[in-house]
């Protein structure tokens, strides 16, 4: 079993920054596949990330330039760096982990880009 908890959302106005955490339980966190994922209101969750225990990072075309995912392996910690936000990034945004085959998520955590 793997906890994942995120933080880090809030309300920014267009073209602000923010920076997701998620925090995982478990001690072979550099083992796991690690994913960003949103839901905004009447929309499908997707994919907006993923990083993988090599470093190789993989990122949706809607979000490519503006946001970045990393990990810290010592912190057992995943991140979004989140520029230039727009509108359309408003979304809940949770924190995903693959492992051996299983889907762990995080409760995730509200984005609001306003002005």
């Known amino acids: 079993q793997v906890q994942l908890v995120e933080s880090g959302g809030g309300l920014v106005q267009p073209g602000g920054s923010l920076r997701l955490s998620c925090a995982a339980s478990?001690?072979?966190?550099?083992?796991?596949?690690m994913g960003w994922y949103r839901q905004a209101p009447g929309k499908q969750r997707e994919l907006v990330a993923t990083?993988?225990?090599?470093?190789?990072?993989n990122h949706a075309d809607s979000v490519k330039g503006r946001f970045t995912i990393s990990r810290d392996n010592a912190k057992n910690t995943v991140y979004l760096q989140m520029n230039s936000l727009k509108v359309e990034d408003t979304a809940v945004y949770y924190c995903?982990?693959?492992?051996?085959?299983?889907?762990?998520w995080g409760k995730g955590t509200l984005v609001t880009v306003s002005s």
């Open positions: 995903n982990c693959k492992l051996s085959g299983m889907d762990y």
């Open positions: 478990g001690s072979i966190f550099s083992i796991y596949v």
């Open positions: 990083i993988m225990p090599t470093g190789r990072t």
